[in-house]
């Protein structure tokens, strides 16, 4: 399918502050109008395995300027998560200044304070020409989300190496600790290990009240999932389930 940039468009889903019981930040979400009208997620378009990287590149770039230039239409002031594939960013460790999510953000007058890029654990090796690309993402004032910690083998030399703000615990964890003593407990370790080295988590995924009273006993900063609200096309139009938090 030809996907054209008139049929690209951002949605976006509330992650919620555990502190302060209110929005902290959006993310950013793919999303394409079908040929029978229905708004499609591009997930599976970017995790098609015959997906060339100039293509996917295109379309995430498309996305990217969509949502930032909505919310700047907007004038929003909370954070916006931004989904980065580490793929693409090596060409930029040495020419930051053409790093295009920046350029988004100096375009249409956004903070990058205001920025949290978002990158898988499971592509993160640690190489030097990533690590130098998200430091340049840190030095213009971004916070660095690590998303689907715990998905892939965790390793603390690449944590210690990136440093990141935030971790997104994987949603698998979240759905399984509902049946599973184990599973219910390396949740209780990861929140204690960031909770010691000052990183925050973010838990993602949440579906159900037993998995948010579950993950609200461990005390983490933020929580994200359709239990509290499903993706908008607009940061207006969000409306937070009251039933799930006190706001």
């Not at 640690?126 to 998200?134: G, M, N, T």
């Not at 210690?160 to 964890?173: G, W």
Request: proline share 4%; hydrophobic share 40%.
């Amino acid at each position: 399918m030809n996907l054209t940039q008139e049929r690209i468009i951002a949605h976006f889903q509330p992650i919620l502050s555990a502190d302060a019981e209110d929005i902290y930040a959006y993310e950013v979400l793919g999303r394409y109008a079908a040929d029978d009208g229905v708004v499609k997620s591009l997930g599976p378009f970017f995790a098609a395995p015959d997906i060339s990287h100039e293509e996917a590149l295109r379309l995430d770039r498309i996305v990217r300027r969509y949502a930032i230039k909505k919310y700047a239409e907007e004038k929003r002031d909370e954070y916006l998560f931004i989904n980065i594939r580490l793929a693409w960013l090596p060409p930029f460790a040495e020419h930051p200044e053409d790093m295009v999510t920046l350029q988004l953000a100096k375009e249409f007058g956004i903070s990058p304070e205001k920025l949290v890029i978002e990158i898988t654990e499971e592509e993160y090796n640690a190489s030097e020409e990533y690590l130098r690309a998200i430091i340049h993402y840190k030095r213009a004032g971004c916070r660095i989300a690590l998303d689907d910690y715990g998905k892939s083998a965790s390793n603390i030399d690449r944590l210690a190496k990136l440093q990141p703000d935030i971790i997104k615990i994987n949603m698998d964890y979240i759905h399984n600790s509902e049946k599973s003593f184990h599973y219910r407990e390396y949740l209780r370790s990861l929140a204690s290990f960031a909770d010691a080295v000052g990183i925050e988590v973010l838990y993602e995924g949440i579906e159900t009240p037993r998995q948010f009273e579950f993950c609200e006993s461990l005390k983490g900063n933020y929580y994200q999932g359709f239990f509290f609200a499903l993706p908008q096309p607009s940061m207006s139009d969000v409306i937070i389930n009251k039933g799930t938090v006190h706001i």
